[in-house]
């Protein structure tokens, strides 16, 4: 089972958690970005327990315990597209739309090399024109 971060409102750390939904814990998504401009967003898998064949960010992930924001992010980056590189953060929103409850911290990345997506994580994606 997956440890991660139990944090409050204001994302101070609480303790940790195993994942169990309905616990506030942070969370992130990296919009992948091309110089020409597009973003790429993706459909995530019929076999996911949240939020199945829905279009969503580029890449997603849980902060696992121990690690940062920006670790979590280069990390699922590379899992979910295959790009090695450093995600520039954003900001941070609080989610919550049962059974998800999450400290999301948002990030950006400007990369152009071929993408290969992770067919476990997404069914679809696609380049949108912003």
Known sequence: MEELYHVEKDDSIAGSIE????????AGMVFLMRSDGKILITRRSLSKETFPDAYYSSCAFDVSFGETYEEAARRELFEETGIHDTPE????????????NGMVAVFKCKNNELVGIDR???IDSHWYST
């Not at 994942?19 to 942070?26: E, F």
């Open 89 to 100: 953060y954003l900001g941070e929103f609080s989610f919550y739309e049962p059974p998800e």
């Open 19 to 26: 994942r169990d939904d309905g616990v506030l814990h942070r």
């Open 120 to 122: 476990k994580e997404s």
